[in-house]
């Protein structure tokens, strides 16, 4: 029998106390119950969200125990709650010392729910959520994970290790089928795709793969490319579905179509992107007025960018790409 594993990833401001993480409880609720039961579907969410906790404790109590400036703040209370996870959160993963710790719990969070057992003939989907894109894209692809001398370096390569295309292990791994970005910033990515900025920013001729490796560890694009075209050869000229759902009233969710077409070399031949925009329930007409004002952004910004996990929209969609994902399989094992 083949499964469907559908592995989801949150992003910044993401907390939970429960043991079990609980942030995509409601959308793997609607997905399971768009599906045909004849369909094996194992849901993966990762959580990472509390590992920030002892350095955002450090700075408050720093803050907040020496004579400064402090007590005298406006939005106290917004500045060491949603605004220190948001802004921590993304800070503190570029950081080796934190990036290391996530991508390990990641890593044995993988391991725990059972990735490593996948078959051959079973099938990725990614729901990726925010920050949580970004991390993702990181761990698979990013240079600066390259260097043996980085204490995350053994668990980005048994990550990467899992997904068909991806070095170190080509040819193993599960193949992914489908990628899902919610409210995601992974467009601006095209600010660190040094092959192609150099020479648009100065007019000199683009740097090689050397030496932007060189100059850029953050830089997804080359391996991102390598990726895809090595899924493109084993999908036999069908393409992976990349859905990338955007909220109008989501300040952090950025167009993908056209832009990551001329990020990633040929990636009309491998890929269809789909930007899907979705509706926040309870948006009305009033609401539609204010809709270009910062108002809009203090009332609606943050449900906004956290409503694709109840989005039936959303759920649907994912249904839609494992129900075409196994017309695939059908079509290649005929072939």
Excluded at 29 to 40: E, G, N, P
Excluded at 85 to 113: K, P, W
Excluded at 268 to 290: A, H, I
Aim: charged share 20%.
């Amino acid at each position: 029998m083949v499964t469907d594993y559908v592995l989801f990833i949150h992003g910044v401001n993401t907390r939970s106390e429960r043991e079990q993480p609980d942030y995509a409880d409601k959308l793997i609720y609607l997905i399971k119950k768009a599906v045909d039961k004849s369909y094996t579907i194992k849901t993966i969410p990762l959580y990472w969200g509390d590992l920030n906790k002892p350095v955002e404790q450090n700075l408050l109590h720093k803050l907040q125990n020496q004579d400064g400036c402090w007590e005298k703040l406006w939005f106290k209370e917004f500045r060491q709650t949603t605004l220190l996870q948001f802004a921590g959160d993304a800070a503190s993963y570029i950081s080796r010392t934190v990036g290391s710790n996530v991508v390990e719990h990641l890593n044995q969070q993988m391991i725990e729910c059972g990735l490593d057992m996948a078959g051959s003939k079973d099938r990725l989907h990614l729901v990726t959520h925010s920050w949580g894109t970004v991390i993702l894209f990181d761990v698979l692809f990013a240079e600066r994970w390259n260097d043996q001398n980085i204490r995350g370096y053994k668990s980005v390569q048994e990550i990467r290790s899992r997904f068909y295309g991806v070095e170190p292990n080509l040819q193993q791994g599960i193949r992914l089928s489908s990628i899902h970005t919610m409210g995601s910033p992974i467009a601006l990515f095209s600010l660190l795709d040094v092959v192609k900025g150099e020479e648009q920013s100065t007019g000199v001729q683009e740097l090689t793969v050397t030496q932007a490796r060189q100059r850029a560890t953050h830089d997804i694009t080359p391996k991102l490319e390598g990726l895809l075209k090595n899924l493109g050869k084993k999908l036999n000229g069908d393409k992976l579905p990349w859905r990338n759902y955007i909220h109008p009233g989501d300040p952090v969710a950025w167009p993908l179509n056209p832009l990551i077409y001329s990020l990633v070399d040929g990636l009309s031949e491998y890929v269809k992107v789909e930007d899907v925009l979705t509706q926040l329930e309870g948006f009305d007409y009033v609401s539609q007025l204010f809709s270009q004002t910062p108002l809009a952004l203090l009332l609606n910004g943050g449900n906004a960018h956290g409503s694709y996990f109840t989005s039936t929209d959303v759920a649907q969609k994912i249904v839609e790409s494992i129900k075409e994902a196994a017309k695939q399989n059908i079509s290649l094992n005929v072939s």
